[in-house]
């Protein structure tokens, strides 16, 4: 048997690569198999399409052919939108498969002022910032001074990396990808986690910021009553609205939605409509935003001395 009779055996036009020949072995192989065909089995055929299978399979076996099997690595570039004025540079990864889908592990393919979008895994986008910050602190620290417990080293890092989120998310940007324009305001499906001893919203009811405290936004009623702070079905929104209020770059409207009270294991949440407009951003955020990471870095660098 040659390879042009093995393809024809596999109704294979000889374009494929490893990963479709093989889907295609293997639907042929239960379609004629004994064990998976029963009566409909043709034991005939499906030596024939062991013998082509394994014939073809050979340009793609052995420790030489290995990299054919891996996915080409994406160029060294990123066309993505840049925050000129970010503190710092930031690497993009991108997740490598094999012919088969299976992950491979993430590689570096560009660096520089990026912000996020949807062409961007965000569980990647996170831990590029993570990475960021780390690289960060580490430079902050030198290596020689005595080591810091983790639980503080942790709370750097949290803090750190929450202050890059808001220079790598273009708020205008990534509110068109997940929210809904709705006139000059853009709707966005929200979650209130109430407070234990808070007054429990009614539907239709208003609510309003009442400050941001460990990048919480908490919300009080009209009467003034704190009764939680503010949630999201997507997670992403919490790295957008958040920074937002603190940042003072946005107006909003809360409602307690119809159906509102809900029960998540011993936390009650009440979902809520809620409009945001955007404010014009200010170059002064920006750079106050850049003092407070230098602030932040020196403070660690100095801590515990």
Request: charged letters at 30%.
């Amino acid at each position: 048997m040659n390879k042009s009779q093995a393809r024809k055996i596999l109704g294979l036009d000889g374009t494929e690569d490893e990963r479709e020949i093989k889907k295609k072995y293997r639907k042929l192989m239960h379609e004629n198999h004994p064990d998976s065909a029963g009566d409909d089995a043709d034991n005939e055929l499906a030596a024939k399409i062991n013998t082509a299978y394994e014939l073809l399979m050979k340009d793609y076996s052995g420790p030489e052919k290995k990299k054919a099997t891996v996915k080409k690595k994406p160029k060294k570039h990123w066309n993505g939108k840049e925050n000129p004025n970010a503190y710092c540079a930031r690497p993009i990864f991108h997740e490598v498969e094999d012919l088969d889908g299976v992950n491979l592990g993430t590689i570096e393919i560009a660096r520089g002022r990026y912000v996020w979008s949807k062409d961007e895994e965000f569980s990647l986008f996170l831990r590029s910032l993570y990475v960021t910050s780390k690289e960060l602190l580490d430079n902050a620290r030198p290596s020689l001074f005595f080591e810091l417990p983790d639980v503080i080293k942790q709370k750097y890092l949290a803090d750190l990396t929450y202050l890059l989120t808001g220079q790598f998310i273009d708020g205008s940007l990534t509110l068109k990808e997940l929210g809904v324009l709705d006139i000059d305001a853009y709707k966005i499906d929200a979650m209130v986690e109430l407070d234990i001893n808070a007054p429990t919203p009614k539907v239709g009811e208003s609510l309003y910021p009442a400050g941001v405290s460990n990048h919480r936004l908490y919300l009080r009623n009209k009467g003034g009553q704190i009764v939680g702070y503010l949630s999201f079905k997507d997670d992403r929104l919490y790295y957008v609205i958040i920074p937002l209020f603190e940042q003072k770059k946005a107006q909003v409207k809360m409602v307690v939605a119809d159906n509102a009270l809900k029960s998540r294991t011993r936390k009650k949440y009440a979902d809520l409509n809620l409009w945001i407009r955007l404010n014009e951003t200010e170059t002064s955020a920006i750079e106050s935003t850049n003092l407070k990471i230098d602030e932040l870095l020196s403070r660690y660098g100095k801590e515990g001395l």
